[in-house]
């Protein structure tokens, strides 16, 4: 009886190890292309400018736009480097993040992927052809035609302005990332020990 409890815990472990690792799955989303603005007052133009976002698989959301397009949002931690400028955070827990929208539906073969607040589509927007269709788990790379929508965000080195962009934007996910050591540690304990009974049969 105390044999079969034992083996179900390390089972249970083994398994709430899995399931944490592949809920908590972090990948990063990089974006750079060339913007022109001002930050905390001070003017930028045709900047090369660089947006990271580290975020949680977990936290990815899925949407149909208009009820048409689908739309992947997976908000994170967002940073913007800009070449004279410290290295500014948006405000807010969850507020900035990547996106995929599939307007194929619209425009055959055309999707869109960049980066947006949870409400409005802000920095540089990367045109490709193909549809993107994926959560951003899977690693991938897409260049095209930068647009941007022109407005004022918060950071902690000051208000970011956007107002203009030129040339292309590069979007890349890196897909999700290897779990903590200590995590992958947990779940071998838990497989360890299901060996160690099986070995004892």
């Given amino acids: 009886m105390k044999t079969n409890a034992l083996k179900l815990l390390c089972g249970i472990v083994l398994f709430g190890t899995v399931a944490c690792v592949s809920a908590q799955s972090t990948f990063t989303c990089t974006e750079t292309g060339f913007l022109t603005g001002s930050l905390n007052g001070v003017n ?32 994170g931690n967002t940073t913007i480097q800009i070449p004279g400028f410290s290295l500014a955070t948006f405000n807010g827990p969850d507020l900035f993040g990547a996106f995929t929208e599939d307007i194929s539906a619209f425009e055959p073969g055309v999707g869109v992927v960049g980066m947006a607040d949870l409400t409005t589509l802000m920095g540089m927007l990367g045109n490709f052809d193909t549809s993107p269709g994926y959560d951003f788990s899977t690693a991938a790379t ?31 996910s890196t897909g999700a990332e290897v779990p903590e050591p200590a995590t992958l540690a947990l779940a071998a304990v838990g497989g360890l020990g299901l060996l160690l009974f099986r070995r004892r049969k």
């Fill in 44 to 75: 930028f133009n045709n900047a090369e400018v660089t947006f990271t976002t580290v975020a949680n698989s977990a936290d990815i959301t899925y949407d149909l736009i208009s009820g048409i397009v689908p739309s992947y949002l997976a908000p």
């Fill in 142 to 172: 897409f260049t095209g035609t930068a647009a941007t929508a022109d407005g004022s965000y918060s950071t902690d080195q000051g208000t970011l302005v956007i107002t203009g962009v030129s040339g292309d934007a590069t979007f890349t």
